[in-house]
């Protein structure tokens, strides 16, 4: 690139050499001062200043000043000055000149003063470069954190594409992944790719092998990166081949191409980074051969470094990303065994587990869109949402802990219980025959045949009296023997058979129900005395302290918290804690509604019949208006229509 001097138009020169050739020097004449976004500023450029361009500037000396940063400033002055008059700006000048300064003093000032341009020139590219790289280790920077912080492989994949584009300014390009068999790497997968020029293109995953045909296999194999000029100019002796049949197909032209190997810190390929088409600008499209022509450059050494970098950082991503998802995988089969291992413990209550972790996660997202209240602006981001359904999953595991009788009890006594009592019924009716044998025997030896049949008649009807009269009380505590979902029962019935005795086998004088059966009996709500109910309920603590002892990854440290206050109440009746509101999270008052949606919803309790959805709803609304449940959080239950998710009628 030539040195520019620049002189005012009609500015004789004095006739000597400005280089070593005449043609290597341009000289520019000009009626004004030009502004400095006028001159090329990795050109070097000496502005001769007389009074002509001086006068062009007027009082904006600021224009100087731009002119100074870009240009080596000579003054000239007239005959005779050998010194910057004050209307000159001294402080700008590189040299001063009279017109009439003999040659090789002019000869001596403008060299020092290209020299001078050629010093401005060169540190604004030093300047220029070092701004250049400072943004690049700037961008590798961000990239990385962007990488590091992207758990999704397919979005993952999305960004190492397109920043790898961007960076070295390609037009197109694909990601390859390697596919393992038995631990040994077998194919490449194509997984992705983008095209600025054909933004819209319908693409699908295909795999190639991992050998020296294709480039990507080549690269694959090798672990050598591939920079090349025109892939339609391939040598000769090369083994690999470009498939031009997505240029055929969609009329695109691949020109310059850098296949870049993806490695890990174990200098293992992971996959394949394959950039096409290097441009001048971003932003230009390669609608035509002439296109691709005038835009398509090489990718230099600077682009190859820059795209290794990232490669490198996107192989860590990407071997992270896929750890993570192998991580998930592992868990999600650690959570299904658990609830495996609860529902083979607690048979009777099979897929509740799912179906709570179902409503929960399904009223989170519903709160999501259209929340009430308090919670109309609340939002869930994906990692809440997966620990949100691992603590539905796992919020009655504590079952494990629990006897497996009281777990599977039907009704309010144990069916052994009730047998013994059938059996005790059983024995008062066969005494009660056998007392009626011993009367009608008495008369026939007291009395013969005398009023025989008479007496043998109200003794009949004793006996049937009596069949009745057990028969009727063994009723009500059938009857009574059934749970109800809602406190409820009068047990008077069962008082006025308790002040019954009946002489067992030995003589000796005993209730018709032992203390233990009337209170199993007399329970007013579910089936569990108070006893019973604490063991069950004290499955939260054990679900609690299990899975405390998880080493939860941050995303997930709120499942044990989550899981543990699901049966608590919002006014302090609920346990094992009895906390107010201020002392439950949301995502457990969430749990809270959809189990017990669930359990009373729930076809297979087996001491219970199922409630029809509108019954469940109704209780559900009385327990909130009570205190116990939270309003804003049922509201959006019902009117999103959440428990559909579980397909109940």
Same mark, same amino acid.
């Given at each position: ?21 005449e043609e290597d020097i341009e000289i ?9 976004s006028m001159l090329d500023s990795e ?115 999305? !960004?190492? =594409?397109?920043?790898?584009? @961007? ?5 197109? &390009? *694909?990601?390859?992944? %390697? /596919? ?92 394949? !980074?394959? =950039?096409?088409?290097?441009? @001048? ?5 390669? &609608? *035509?051969?002439?296109? %691709? /022509? ?106 494990? &802990? ?187 008052r969430m749990m809270t509604i959809s ?55």
């Amino acid at each position: 690139m030539k040195p520019l001097l620049v002189a005012a138009l009609g500015r004789t020169l004095p006739p000597i050499p400005f280089a070593r050739r005449e043609e290597d020097i341009e000289i520019r004449r000009v009626p004004a001062l030009p502004v400095a976004s006028m001159l090329d500023s990795e050109r070097p450029t000496v502005i001769l200043l007389d009074r002509l361009l001086l006068q062009s500037v007027g009082t904006d000396r600021d224009r100087l000043v731009e002119i100074a940063r870009i240009a080596a400033v000579v003054g000239m002055g007239d005959d005779g000055e050998i010194e910057p008059p004050e209307d000159f700006p001294a402080e700008l000048l590189s040299g001063f000149l009279s017109r009439d300064a003999a040659p090789g003093a002019v000869r001596v000032q403008l060299h020092a003063a290209f020299r001078h341009a050629a010093a401005l020139a060169a540190v604004r590219a030093s300047s220029a470069l070092a701004q250049m790289r400072y943004h690049e280790l700037t961008e590798l920077t961000r990239v990385g954190v962007a990488l590091s912080t992207e758990r999704d492989l397919l979005n993952l994949l999305e !960004l190492i =594409l397109g920043q790898a584009r @961007r960076i070295s300014c390609s037009d197109a &390009g *694909s990601v390859y992944l %390697v /596919e393992k068999n038995n631990g040994s790497p077998e194919t490449l997968r194509f997984k992705l790719a983008q095209n600025f020029s054909l933004p819209n293109l319908p693409l699908s995953e295909f795999t190639v092998p991992i050998d020296h045909t294709s480039l990507a296999g080549y690269t694959a194999a090798s672990g050598e990166a591939l920079v090349i000029s025109d892939v339609y100019l391939l040598p000769h002796d090369v083994e690999y081949k470009q498939n031009r049949s997505f240029d055929e197909k969609f009329g695109y032209r691949t020109k310059s191409m850098l296949v870049i190997p993806m490695k890990t810190h174990r200098d293992e390929v992971i996959g394949v !980074l394959q =950039l096409m088409n290097r441009k @001048r600008m971003f932003e230009a499209r390669l &609608g *035509s051969p002439e296109a %691709v /022509e005038r835009e398509v450059l090489s990718f230099d050494t600077r682009s190859v470094e820059l795209v290794n970098a990232l490669a490198s950082q996107a192989a860590v991503a990407i071997e992270n990303s896929q750890l993570y998802e192998n991580i998930e995988r592992l868990f999600e089969g650690f959570v299904t065994a658990a609830v495996t291992a609860i529902e083979a413990r607690d048979p009777t209550t099979f897929g509740h587990s799912g179906r709570v972790a179902t409503l929960t996660v399904g009223l989170a997202e519903s709160v999501d869109r259209h929340g009430h209240g308090n919670y109309r602006n609340l939002r869930f981001s994906r990692e809440q949402l997966r620990e949100l359904r691992y603590a539905g999953l796992l919020h009655d595991f504590g079952k494990v &802990g629990v006897r497996e009788q009281i777990l599977i009890k039907e009704k309010k006594l144990y069916p052994a219980d009730l047998e013994i009592v059938r059996h005790r019924f059983a024995y008062l009716v066969q005494g009660a025959e056998l007392e009626f044998e011993r009367a009608r025997i008495d008369h026939l030896m007291r009395h013969g045949k005398q009023g025989y049949d008479e007496a043998v008649h109200q003794l009949e009807q004793a006996l049937l009296a009596r069949r009745r009269e057990l028969q009727y009380f063994l009723d009500a505590i059938v009857t009574a023997n059934e749970p109800t979902v809602t406190a409820q029962g009068n047990f008077s019935e069962l008082q006025r058979l308790n002040e019954r005795t009946f002489r067992d086998i030995d003589g000796g004088e005993r209730p018709m129900l032992t203390p233990g059966e009337l209170r199993f009996l007399s329970i007013r709500k579910g089936n569990l005395d108070e006893e019973e109910r604490r063991e069950i309920e004290s499955h939260v603590t054990h679900t609690f302290r299990f899975l405390q002892q998880i080493p939860w990854t941050p995303e997930l440290r709120g499942i044990p918290a989550i899981a543990y206050g699901h049966h608590e109440k919002l006014n302090g009746q609920g346990y094992p804690l009895a906390v107010d509101a201020a002392a439950i999270p949301v995502q457990t008052r969430m749990m809270t509604i959809s189990d017990i949606f669930d359990a009373l919803t729930a076809s297979d309790r087996p001491y219970k019949p199922a409630v029809p959805a509108d019954r469940a709803l109704e209780i559900l609304d009385s327990e909130a208006r009570e205190g116990m449940l939270d309003q804003d959080l049922l509201k959006t239950f019902i009117e999103a229509r959440v428990f559909d998710l579980v397909g109940k009628e």
